[in-house]
């Protein structure tokens, strides 16, 4: 599966902000769990949100102020993200794990995940 995020972009401390990532290929798009990680500069990758066609997950960092949603028609996911802050600030990549191999725990391991877009960035000016 192919995957492509935007959204990114500058954003002060308590705004708002909606990131996307569409799959591509011949995929069964409710056959993968689909997750956000994000990467700040000198940090590890570190897991955001996942979800797959029956639950979904959020790291605490970010419990309340994060939404992750899947559009199956579009073979979208989206992560509403309200209320940044200048820690929010990152590389943020979507990644995506075929049910078949993981089934649908939710895995907040980077290297679960078999296929990743290429990223985009959110810089939270505060």
């Known amino acids: 599966v192919q995957l492509q995020a935007s959204g990114g972009g500058l954003v002060q401390a308590g705004g708002s902000l909606s990131l996307s990532c569409v799959a591509s290929?011949?995929?069964?798009?409710?056959?993968?769990?689909m997750a956000w990680f994000r990467q700040a500069p000198g940090k590890e990758r570190e897991f955001v949100a996942a979800?797959?066609?029956?639950?979904?997950s959020y790291a605490d960092s970010v419990q309340g102020r994060f939404t992750i949603s899947r559009d199956y028609s579009k073979k979208t996911t989206y992560l509403q993200m309200t209320n940044v802050k200048f820690e929010d600030t990152a590389v943020y990549y979507c990644?995506?794990?075929?049910?078949?191999?993981?089934?649908?725990?939710?895995?907040?391991?980077?290297?679960?995940?078999?296929?990743w877009g290429q990223g985009t960035k959110l810089t939270v000016s505060s």
């Open positions: 290929g011949r995929i069964f798009f409710d056959s993968y769990n």
């Open positions: 990644a995506a794990a075929p049910i078949r191999s993981v089934g649908y725990t939710i895995s907040k391991s980077p290297s679960t995940y078999e296929s």
């Open positions: 979800a797959s066609s029956r639950t979904a």
